[in-house]
C-alpha cells in the first residue's frame, strides 16, 4: 500500500505503518547508513570534526548578510548571474524566465532538496518543458511520480522488485531484476538526455563566499553532467548554503560525506567558479545562481537559526526510530525526519500550518547525537511545541488534559487517593479480563489499540514504604 | 526595496537584536592554524603513493605504481590495450572491433609529462580525439562513441585515494566524466598525503583564490561512479566511468 500524500497526516502515518515492506525496506536501508556512518566517524577524530564545522557554521550565521554579499560580489565578478528569489513563485518565475530566454525544451536536473521545496519541476512542466531527473534514484521516483522519501536517499522507500516494475512499465525493460542491468538501462537513457539538453539544473551543497564557487557533490556523477555539459547551468541554493573559505568547504564536505553515507569522500565534489572562457573545450556558456530565502530569514528571526546550520546529510533521519517506522512520505512535507518536523514549520509563514511535524518524534535525542554540526533538535522540537501552545494551534482537548494534570500533581492528597482508586480499578478490570486489560474506553483506547494495558501495582511505593518502616520499627 | 535589499536587511535587523538566541555574538572562524586534518597519510611520497592505492582500491579503482616515466608509457598503452581486449571479448564479435575504431577522448597529451606518447599511441591504431569545442554538434557526436579518457590530474591526495581534475583550455571536462573508463596519469610531483595538505600549499604560495576561480570547474574525483539506489545494492558506472585506473609514477627521484 503506498502512503497518500494529501491525507491527514494521522491517516499517513497509519498507512505507512501497516506497509510491512515500506518498513522493512527503510528500516534495512537505515541501519545500513548509520553503520556506515558510525565506523567512518570512529576511524577519525569525529567528535572534534562536528565541533569544528559547528563553529563555522555559527560564524558564518553570525556574519550571514556580509558572507552573502561577499558570494554575490564573487560569483558576479567570476561571471555568474546572481538572482535573489523571496518566496516559490519568485524563484520558479526565474529560471522558467531563464529556460524560456536561451530557448531551452528539455533540462536535466541533479537531485536538489531546494528544487523540490519550490516544486520546480511542476511549474516547469506547467511551462511545457521538459525536466528530466539525472540521479538515478530520483528518475525512478520521478517515473513513478512520486515524492522523495529521504534527503540523501530519495527512493530509500522501493525494493528492488517494485523499482523492477517501474522500469519494465515505463521503460519498457526487459524482465529482469539484475541491478547492473537496470543502471546500464538508465545510464543510457539518461545520456541521450544529457547530450540533447540545453539547460542543467542543480542544487547546491555549499557555496564558497571567498572565491565564488558553488559546490555540488555526487556518487553517480550526473552532478558534473549537469553542470559542464548543458550550455546553461543554473543552481538553485538556500542562503545559508554558505561557508567562508576553500578550506572550511572541504572540512564540511568530509563531515557532510562521512555522515550521510559513512564514505571518506562521495565519488565527486564538482565545484563551479564561472562560465566557460574563450579556448574552453567545454562547460556552460552562461552560470546562474538563484538565492533563495522562502522563509529562511523568517525561520532566522523566529529564532530556530540553529537549525538553519543543517548541511543535509540526512543522518538524523537514519537514526531516528520514528523515521524508520513511519519513512519519509508519512511526513508529507518537503523535508523529513528529525531535521524535517523542525525546519518545515519553522519555515512555513505559520508554524502552526504543521503542527503536527514537532510531535513526530520520541524526543530521545539519537538525531542529536549523529548530527554533523550538532544541532539540538530535541530541545528545538520542544521549543516549537511551546510556540504551537502559545500561539493558541494545540488541540483544546491537550491544554486541558495539562491543566488537569498539573493540579493533580500538585497535591499529594489527590494524587494519592486517584492512584489508590486506579489500583483497585485496574486490578478488578484485570482480573475479569484474565490478567491484562485488552480494551479501554476512548481516549485511552490509543494504547489497548495495540498493546495490553498492565495493571497498577496492587500497592503504591509510598503505601509499601510506610508499611516497610513499620516493620522495622521506626515510626 | 529590491528581493536582495530585503532579504539582507532583514537578516542585519534579525542580527541586531539583543536577545537572539541563536548564533552566539562570539562565533569566532575557524583559523587555519586550528582547522583539522580529518584523515592523515604519514611517509615519504613512495609511502603515500601505497597509500593512494590502497585507498583507491577499497573504492573499487584500481592503480599502478610505477619507477619510471618510461614505464608509465609501457603501462598507458598496455592498459589501453587491455581494455580494447576486454570489450572486444565482451561484445564476442572480435573482428568487428578493429583497433582504429577504438576513440580515446585526451587530454593534450604534452600535459601528461610522458615523452613521446602520441605518436606511439597513433602508431598503435588509438585514435585520439583531441575535441576544441564540446557545443559544437559534430565534435558533440564524435565524442559519444569513445571508449575511454585519459587525463591528467592537478593534485591527488593520498589518505583518500582522490584526485583533483580542472576544466579549461583543452582540459576536457568530458575525458575524465562521459567514458566508461578512465585513465588518470598522476605523477609523484601532484601527490599530497592529504587535502588539506595540498590546500594548504596552495594558500601558502598565495594561489589558491586564483587557481579556483580561474579553473571554472574543479572536480575532487574518488573511485569510480556508483551508485546504492536500488534497494543498496552497489552498481558502478552510472553516469560516470566505470572503470577508474590511477597509473602513478615517480617523476621525483628523492
Known amino acids: ?475 | 526595496m529590491s528581493v536582495r535589499d530585503t532579504i539582507l536587511s532583514r537578516l542585519k535587523a534579525t542580527l541586531n537584536q539583543p536577545d537572539l538566541p541563536f548564533p552566539p555574538q562570539d562565533s569566532d572562524p575557524l583559523t587555519q592554524a586550528e582547522r583539522m586534518t580529518v584523515t592523515h597519510a604519514p611517509g615519504d611520497r613512495w609511502a603515500q603513493a601505497e597509500r593512494f592505492a590502497q585507498e583507491l582500491n577499497a573504492v573499487k579503482g584500481s592503480c599502478e605504481l610505477l619507477e619510471t616515466e618510461t614505464e608509465a608509457r609501457l603501462s598507458i598503452i598496455s592498459r589501453l590495450q587491455l581494455w580494447q581486449e576486454e570489450e572486444q571479448s565482451a561484445r564476442k564479435t572480435a573482428n568487428a572491433e578493429r583497433a582504429g575504431d577504438w576513440d580515446v577522448l585526451c587530454w593534450p597529451l604534452h600535459q601528461l609529462q610522458i615523452e613521446s606518447l602520441p605518436l606511439i599511441l597513433k602508431e598503435m591504431g588509438f585514435k585520439l580525439i583531441e575535441p576544441t569545442d564540446l557545443h559544437d554538434p559534430e565534435q558533440r557526436e564524435r565524442i559519444r562513441s569513445i571508449r575511454a579518457g585519459i587525463t591528467t590530474v592537478e593534485a591527488a591526495f593520498a589518505s583518500t585515494g582522490s584526485f583533483v581534475v580542472g576544466g579549461r583550455g583543452a582540459n576536457a571536462r568530458a575525458a575524465s566524466l562521459t567514458p566508461f573508463r578512465h585513465l588518470v596519469v598522476i605523477p609523484f610531483s601532484k601527490l599530497f598525503a592529504t587535502g588539506e595538505d595540498w590546500l594548504a600549499q596552495m594558500r601558502f604560495a598565495g594561489q589558491l583564490d586564483a587557481f579556483v576561480r580561474q579553473s571554472r570547474n574543479l572536480s575532487i574525483v574518488t573511485g569510480p561512479s556508483k551508485s546504492a539506489d536500488l534497494e543498496g545494492i552497489l552498481t558502478m558506472g552510472v553516469h560516470g566511468p566505470k572503470v577508474v585506473h590511477a597509473i602513478l609514477f615517480d617523476d621525483v627521484h628523492e
Open chain 1, 1 to 475: 500500500m503506498q502512503v497518500d500524500f494529501h491525507a491527514p497526516y494521522k491517516d499517513r502515518v497509519r498507512q505507512a505503518l501497516s506497509d510491512p515492506n515500506l518498513r522493512s525496506a527503510v528500516s534495512r536501508a537505515t541501519d545500513r547508513m548509520s553503520d556506515a556512518r558510525h565506523t567512518s566517524m570512529d576511524s577519525i577524530e569525529g567528535q572534534k570534526l562536528r565541533t569544528q564545522v559547528r563553529q563555522m557554521k555559527e560564524h558564518v550565521l553570525r556574519n550571514w548578510p556580509e558572507y552573502l554579499e561577499q558570494l554575490e560580489t564573487n560569483l558576479t565578478s567570476n561571471g555568474c548571474t546572481v538572482h535573489w528569489a523571496e518566496g516559490i513563485e519568485d524563484a520558479q518565475a526565474i529560471v522558467k524566465d531563464i529556460a524560456l530566454q536561451n530557448s531551452a525544451k528539455l533540462i536535466v536536473k541533479s537531485k536538489s532538496m531546494a528544487t523540490e521545496e519550490i516544486h520546480l519541476n511542476h511549474a516547469m512542466e506547467e511551462a511545457g518543458l521538459r525536466v528530466v531527473e539525472t540521479d538515478l534514484g530520483e528518475y525512478i521516483i520521478q517515473l513513478a511520480d512520486e515524492p522523495p522519501s529521504h534527503i540523501v536517499a530519495p527512493v530509500i522507500h522501493k525494493r528492488l522488485e517494485e523499482i523492477a516494475e517501474v522500469f519494465q512499465e515505463k521503460l519498457d525493460m526487459p524482465p529482469t531484476r539484475e541491478p547492473t542491468k537496470m543502471t546500464s538501462l538508465a545510464r543510457a537513457r539518461l545520456r541521450q538526455e544529457f547530450f540533447a539538453a540545453t539547460m542543467g539544473i542543480s542544487g547546491c551543497n555549499f557555496a564558497i563566499a571567498e572565491t565564488g564557487t558553488i559546490c555540488i557533490v555526487t556518487n553517480e556523477g550526473n552532478g558534473r553532467m549537469v553542470s559542464s555539459m548543458p550550455r546553461v547551468y543554473v543552481a538553485v541554493m538556500g542562503i545559508e548554503k554558505l561557508v567562508p573559505t576553500v578550506e572550511d568547504a572541504y572540512l564540511q564536505l568530509q563531515a557532510l560525506c562521512r555522515s550521510a553515507t559513512g564514505q571518506n569522500l562521495t565519488v565527486y565534489c564538482s565545484m563551479t567558479s564561472g562560465p566557460r572562457q574563450e579556448g574552453d573545450v567545454d562547460g556552460p556558456e552562461q552560470v546562474h545562481v538563484v538565492l533563495l530565502d522562502n522563509g529562511r530569514s523568517r525561520m532566522f528571526a523566529r529564532g530556530y537559526g540553529e537549525a538553519l546550520m543543517c548541511i543535509r546529510c540526512g543522518a538524523c533521519l537514519n537514526a531516528c526510530p520514528v523515521y524508520q517506522e513511519i519513512g519519509g512520505h508519512a511526513y508529507g512535507s518537503t523535508y523529513n525526519g528529525p531535521i524535517g518536523a523542525v525546519i518545515t514549520p519553522a519555515l512555513a509563514p505559520e508554524i502552526g500550518q504543521f503542527k503536527e511535524l514537532p510531535h513526530a518524534t520520541s524526543l530521545c535525542g539519537a538525531c542529536r547525537e549523529v548530527c554533523p554540526v550538532k544541532i539540538d533538535l530535541p530541545r528545538l522540537l520542544l521549543d516549537l511545541r511551546s510556540d504551537l501552545v502559545q500561539q493558541g494551534v494545540s488541540p483544546k482537548s491537550e491544554a486541558w488534559g495539562i491543566k488537569s494534570y498539573a493540579s493533580l500533581m500538585s497535591s499529594r492528597r489527590t494524587y494519592e487517593s486517584l492512584g489508590k482508586m486506579a489500583s483497585i480499578g485496574s486490578n478488578v478490570y484485570a482480573g475479569l479480563s484474565g490478567g491484562n486489560i485488552k480494551f479501554m474506553p476512548p481516549p485511552l483506547n490509543g494504547w489497548t489499540a495495540y498493546r495490553d494495558f498492565a495493571p497498577f501495582a496492587p500497592k503504591s511505593f509510598r503505601h509499601w514504604w510506610r508499611q516497610r518502616k513499620k516493620l522495622r520499627g521506626q515510626t
